[in-house]
């Protein structure tokens, strides 16, 4: 078996996004691979974490994918505050590869802020990093690439309202409320969470919500926190106050990331849909480039407005519509403002309210055996698994219980414990 059918076979994804199968990104060439280990979203220690623990793997299995691709230089890229993970990663790094220091600000963890950060190319609107020679994994993508075996389990850092904020490591498939209690329970009433950080994750009520392949982190948070308040407002009422409040400052453009790297996207011009000379439109064509990082509405807007909901719900109708913009960056803009533009994370955590929160989320080490998975047929990009069991199955950990469907794009999915099949509709269950 060739080592991109081994990872196809694993069933190895993006483990920190949107999960896009690995076997196929591997199979592109590029002179350049990167190691995202930015880990930029507040409170969130996962990727630091597993350096840590796992240095050898973890760049064997950059190692492995820097061979894949055929790259000549495999690069690191972390935090350059986080001293003692360097130290620990310096000494063993292969020949062909280096470690980037990265500044402590978000967005550093943008694959196009990283890519930048790491080879002073930017990236075209609209396009991936092979597109200036370049692939990028996460941290935890590249230890199960060095594993070789299904990927069953999950890490993850608990943080915020926990007594003891931690990185666990679970079988996909566990709740989010067995997670929360390896951080000690949560010590707020009607806990909710921010799944993924909180500024590109999502709301959700529902603890007993599956952790996928992708899930990087869960933020939790007591119902009346202002972030709480920030993801649960209506789309009528982000309408209605961003219409009667938008003075056009453009501070929402200033702060954005792609613009900053010479893209079209101005998220002040997006908010015009709302109230002003373009109101009613499916306006700013721009708003195709938006990243989704949530700076215009978390940091930038002295208003409290959400020009990230009014862009993404802009570019979610563009796209719907097949509307599509073929053009270049501005190639000074970056060299001009990106580095006086750049959002400390110190600064962004008491931004958010998150200061009261202890900021650390250490890996624990103990072995968590749930009662019951439940394995969504899609977590990953492309198209939904297949099934490939049924009610009844008795199955063991590391089993093939899902397959893409032929020619479709997708990732195997495996059994997380031992025991028997009780569902099989969008997601499997299996009770141990």
Avoid at 258 to 267: A, K, Q, T, V
Wanted: hydrophobic content about 40%.
């Amino acid at each position: 078996m060739s080592v991109l059918d081994q990872i196809q076979s694993c069933g190895v994804v993006g483990a920190g996004g949107a999960g896009f199968p690995t076997h196929v990104k591997l199979k592109a060439q590029a002179d350049t691979i990167i190691l995202n280990a930015a880990e930029c979203e507040p409170l969130l220690h996962k990727d630091k974490e597993l350096l840590r623990a796992y240095p050898e793997q973890i760049l064997a299995g950059l190692e492995t994918a820097r061979g894949l691709v055929g790259a000549g230089s495999a690069v690191v890229g972390i935090k350059g505050k986080y001293h003692d993970v360097i130290d620990v990663l310096a000494p063993k790094l292969p020949a062909k590869m280096r470690i980037q220091a990265l500044s402590d600000s978000y967005p550093a963890g943008d694959e196009f802020i990283l890519v930048y950060d790491v080879t002073r190319r930017i990236i075209p609107p609209g396009k991936i990093p092979l597109a200036v020679g370049c692939v990028v994994i996460n941290v935890e993508t590249a230890l199960n690439i060095a594993r070789g075996k299904p990927v069953i389990e999950k890490f993850l850092t608990v943080a915020g309202a926990v007594k003891s904020p931690a990185t666990v490591r679970v079988p996909v498939g566990t709740s989010f409320a067995e997670a929360i209690e390896l951080a000690g329970g949560a010590n707020v009433p009607s806990p909710v969470v921010l799944v993924g950080g909180t500024m590109m994750g999502r709301y959700s009520d529902n603890l007993s919500e599956p952790i996928t392949k992708t899930t990087g982190g869960l933020i939790v948070l007591g119902r009346d926190h202002p972030l709480v308040h920030r993801y649960t407002l209506p789309w009528k009422a982000i309408k209605t106050i961003g219409a009667a409040a938008c003075d056009q400052c453009n501070f929402c453009t200033y702060f954005c990331p792609r613009w900053l790297l010479g893209h079209p996207i101005e998220p002040h011009r997006a908010m015009r849909s709302l109230g002003f000379n373009m109101v009613g439109q499916p306006n700013v064509i721009g708003t195709l480039f938006c990243c989704e990082c949530n700076l215009c509405t978390m940091m930038a807007c002295p208003e409290d407005l959400d020009p990230k909901n009014v862009c993404t719900t802009n570019k979610r109708q563009l796209m719907s519509e097949g509307t599509k913009w073929a053009v270049e960056a501005d190639p000074n803009r970056a060299a001009l403002h990106l580095e006086n533009r750049r959002v400390p994370i110190g600064r962004l955590i008491r931004k958010l309210g998150l200061s009261k929160f202890v900021n650390q989320g250490p890996l624990l080490s103990a072995d968590h055996k749930p009662a019951k998975v439940v394995l969504p047929l899609k977590q990953h990009a492309g198209a939904p698994a297949k099934a490939t069991v049924s009610v009844g199955d008795r199955v063991n950990a590391g089993d093939v219980i899902a397959r893409p469907a032929d020619g479709a794009l997708g990732a195997v999915i495996h059994a997380s414990i031992n025991g028997r099949v009780t569902s099989v509709n969008e997601s499997i269950v299996i009770e141990a």
